[in-house]
Nanobody, 118 residues
Framework: VQLQASGGGSVQPGGSLRLSCTASRSLNSINEMGWYRQAPGKQRELVAV???????NYSDSVKGRFTISRDNAKNTVYLQMNSLKSEDTSVYYC?????????????WGQGTLVTVSS
């Protein structure tokens, strides 16, 4: 699968942004898809993902502020980010896991930079 991410940018604290990630195949063929982020000098961390069966998982740091959603017709997953904080500043990466045989093939999209600053 190939992933195309977009939607990053600069915003003031308290503002909103929406990220998009479009897959090259049906979302129904992807076991897990969602967003991670990596700030300078830190490890990549989960932000929000859709798991098998459409379940969602959020990082505690974004619960209540970020919402992950999907449009199956467009093969696209979105991340609506509200009430952004300076600590949300990171490069955000889209990820897709596809089951293949007994294993999983993981694909990362190109990162998109989100900067929250006054």
């Amino acid at each position: 699968v190939q992933l195309q991410a977009s939607g990053g940018g600069s915003v003031q604290p308290g503002g909103s942004l929406r990220l998009s990630c479009t897959a090259s195949r049906s979302l129904n063929s992807i076991n897990e898809m969602g967003w991670y982020r990596q700030a300078p000098g830190k490890q990549r961390e989960l932000v929000a993902v859709f798991g098998s069966g459409g379940s969602t998982n959020y990082s505690d740091s974004v619960k209540g502020r970020f919402t992950i959603s999907r449009d199956n017709a467009k093969n696209t997953v979105y991340l609506q980010m509200n009430s952004l904080k300076s600590e949300d500043t990171s490069v955000y990466y889209c990820k897709a896991d596809v089951l293949r045989g007994a294993g999983t093939v993981r694909t990362w999209g190109q990162g998109t930079l989100v900067t929250v600053s006054s």
